[in-house]
């Protein structure tokens, strides 16, 4: 098994594009997860899903959108980049949130220029 | 909302030295909580993890942690570091009755383990 994947890991994006990270999951988790990583301040919970066809809003959802068409999929959407976007992307997957950990992928680093 | 905080950012041992890591939360209610670490150029993978029961919990790699309700508080030890250790450690709180929005994780603490 894969685990999760990422696509790509590396991006460097101009101030105004756009973008899409993909997310994919091999283990039939119902709940995914994006998350971005900035130097001392941790994990941030960007958005959520818990199945199919369902997306819901996180800590720091503003500037992203998310769709979950499959449940193995889960993207990540920049449609006009910033530079405050510039940050590493984690996407993590898990059978539910309460009780099961989650697993992360390897990582998107993104810069804004 | 709930908060957890490691108070320590920057931690650095010698080899064979002991570790404890703090991790405090605020939430009133009751919480499961994590760790996960970081290897460099690895992504966050799961160390160990406490839901109810003996507050002492063990995990991977020889790390263990205590909870301790009335200070709200889930560190993490290790008796005898290795260079092997050297990572990112993040404590994760999850609040019960929930959604799986409130998943919370502290900033992380940066150990580096000199040979």
């Known amino acids: 098994n894969a685990g999760v994947t990422q696509t790509p890991k590396f991006r460097v994006l101009k101030t105004g594009q756009s973008m899409t990270l993909l997310c994919a999951q091999d283990?039939?988790?119902?709940?995914m997860y994006w998350y971005r990583q900035d130097p001392g301040m941790g994990l941030r919970l960007i958005h959520y899903?818990?199945?199919?066809?369902?997306?819901a809003k996180g800590e720091v959802p503003d500037g992203y959108n998310v769709s979950r068409l499959k449940k193995q999929n889960f993207l990540l959407g920049l449609e006009s980049a910033a530079p405050s976007q510039t940050s590493v992307y984690f996407c993590?997957?898990?059978?539910?949130?309460?009780?099961?950990?989650?697993?992360f992928g390897p990582g998107t680093r993104l810069t804004v220029l | 909302a709930q908060s957890v905080s490691q108070h320590n950012h920057h931690v650095i041992l010698s080899e064979a030295a002991s570790l404890e890591l703090g991790c405090n939360y605020s939430?009133?209610?009751?919480?499961?909580l994590f760790w996960y670490v970081q290897y460099p150029g690895q992504h966050l993978q799961l160390l160990l993890k406490?839901?109810?029961?003996?507050?002492l919990v063990k995990g991977i790699k020889g790390f263990e942690a205590e909870f301790i309700k009335s200070k709200f508080s889930f560190n993490l030890r290790k008796p005898s570091v290795q260079w092997s250790d050297t990572a990112e450690y993040f404590c994760?709180?999850?609040?019960?009755?929930?959604?799986?929005?409130?998943?919370?994780f502290g900033d992380g603490t940066t150990l580096t383990v000199k040979p």
């Open positions: 283990m039939n988790h119902e709940y």
């Open positions: 993590a997957s898990s059978w539910e949130f309460t009780y099961n950990e989650q697993f």
């Open positions: 939430y009133g209610g009751t919480v499961n």
């Open positions: 994760a709180v999850i609040p019960y009755n929930t959604n799986a929005g409130k998943s919370t």
């Open positions: 899903s818990v199945g199919e066809g369902t997306t």
């Open positions: 406490y839901f109810s029961g003996d507050p």
